[in-house]
């Protein structure tokens, strides 16, 4: 292991559960600081962005609050979220019936789930970048369920309205790609990064897991 390996402070700039988790998951134990950043002032300052690009753009600008804020050295990684359907993007429904209206333009729908990564190096202020994306079928819900679904709260703070791995995954048919992409941090896409600023992966792993 080397010296920056074994110094090592690495820190997820998100508040997502499933991120943590799928990190928790894969062996890594993040520290855990919220960016604040205002998703909804960006998106609006880019009407006609493509959906990959906002994703990637929210990404880094997470990455970036966080990074500008430590006053010790930390690999920073930031990711953001945007669903895509016919071409149009979308984020977090935020309310019942965005997210209802959103679910019945998707029932039996393929779209795509582009994931942004921006890492930073804040010893070095050296950066990676990448955007991951991966597509998603949808099924469709009875009345009943999709009542029952929207009643739990849970697809109203995820992208597109949906989780793959949580309550939304009995009605999402297949996905082609990564699945960790859909859930919100590709663990392959960040694993090349890291690997990009020198960082292996495996020295990330928390022992104590056994």
Known sequence: MSDHETLLRFVLASRSPARLATLRAAGVEPEVIVSH?????????????????????????????????????????????????????????????????????????????????????TATNQRAEATASTKVTMG?????????????????????????????????????GDPSTVVGISLPTLRKLLADLGVRWTALWNTDLG
Not at 81 to 86: A, H, R
Not at 157 to 175: H, K, M, Q, R, Y
């Open 140 to 176: 469709t819900m009875t009345s009943q369920e999709m009542d029952d679904y929207l009643a739990t709260g849970e697809p109203l703070e995820v992208a597109g309205g949906f989780t793959l791995d949580a309550l939304g995954a009995p009605f999402i048919e297949s996905i082609h």
């Open 37 to 121: 950043v205002d998703e909804e002032a960006i998106e609006g300052s880019m009407p006609d962005a493509p959906p990959s690009e906002l994703a990637q753009v929210l990404a880094r600008a997470k990455a970036e609050a966080i990074a500008d804020a430590l006053t010790s050295p930390a690999i920073v990684v930031g990711c953001d979220s945007v669903f895509e359907l016919d071409g149009r993007p979308y984020g977090k429904p935020g309310t019942r019936e965005v997210a209802r209206e959103r679910w019945q333009q998707m029932f039996g729908k393929t779209g795509i789930l582009h994931t942004g990564h921006c890492v930073i190096d």
